[in-house]
């Protein structure tokens, strides 16, 4: 496997886009990954590929020039905040950057649902970040134009599950068959609850390793049982490693802790290094939404199998078809 992102190869025929407003995901909320089915997955797929051609061919071009985004966000973030913005900016279109809610008005008060309403008198799309759980789709309710959930708390992180699930695709060229194996806090873990629910469309067997009070929600297990999947919670990683296709890393997130003395306790339960790596799969991968603290050594970077970095170009290309597709252009 190479460091670099996998070429695109001579059977991919490049689409033109167009006006498709009668396309499935034509002005619709994207809130959680609970929405989408196999087929819609690789609809997704399909766009996020084309959208790679084109800017692997020509960078920038002008499929949204005119529209405008609004990039709301109540959470810290590099990625998705900087993602949406070079994925709008690609397509000709441009953006309302909100990053620092305190120097907006929701500093003096103003609500979500106001707010939203505020922003769609200007932008054509949001993306919203927030702290609470739900508080995309309460937004959803209030606003006439599509709302794209970057975070909702402790929920879900549905572009970053499409994200990860086409580096998936990308790196290892099927879903069925593997063993995905997740790692770190997932019991506060957004990413990790959408990808798990992503993941139960597929034939694949799921670990979860935590610390004891950092174990996946019962009721996410419960969901993804009742879709006949294999699921198996571990104490370490020893026991999922030999028969890991996908290692997807996760930070514990301290600030999600209110006793700070329980963080330090298990912040460093699992560190992934040269050491784990020699016991793993030669054909695997490392996923990791980032950032990253100390759960993954930096040694590990430079073995081919670490995928974190072009994982995160895929989630350019996987926003560009987003934003295309709610706004009727793909
Ligand atoms: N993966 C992710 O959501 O990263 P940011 O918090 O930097 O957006």
Known sequence: MSTHMPAITSENTFLPFGDQRNAPFYGKDILSVKQFNRSDLDYIFGVAHEMRVMVERIGTFDLLKGKILANLFYEPSTRTSSSFTAAMERLGGSVIPINEVRYSSVSKGESLPDTVRTLECYADVIVLRHPDVGASKLAAQYARKPIINAGDGVGEHPTQALLDLLTIVEELHQVDGLSVTMLGDLKYGRTVHSLARLLSLYNVQLHYVSPEILRMPKEIIDEINKKGIQ????????????????????????????????????????????????????????????????EISIEVDADPRAAYFRQMEYGLYVRMALLAMVLGKS
């Not at 919670?233 to 514990?252: C, G, I, K, M």
């Not at 802790?257 to 991968?285: H, N, P, Q, W």
Request: hydrophobic share 40%; charged share 35%; no cysteine.
């Open 231 to 294: 699921q198996k919670e571990h104490v370490d990683l020893d026991s999922a490693l030999s028969e890991t296709d996908v290692l997807y890393v996760t930070r514990v997130q301290k600030e999600r802790f209110s006793a700070l003395d329980e963080y330090e306790r298990v912040k460093d339960a699992f560190v992934i290094d040269l050491d784990t790596m020699s016991r793993a799969k030669s054909r695997m991968i490392v996923m990791h939404p980032l950032p990253r603290v100390s």
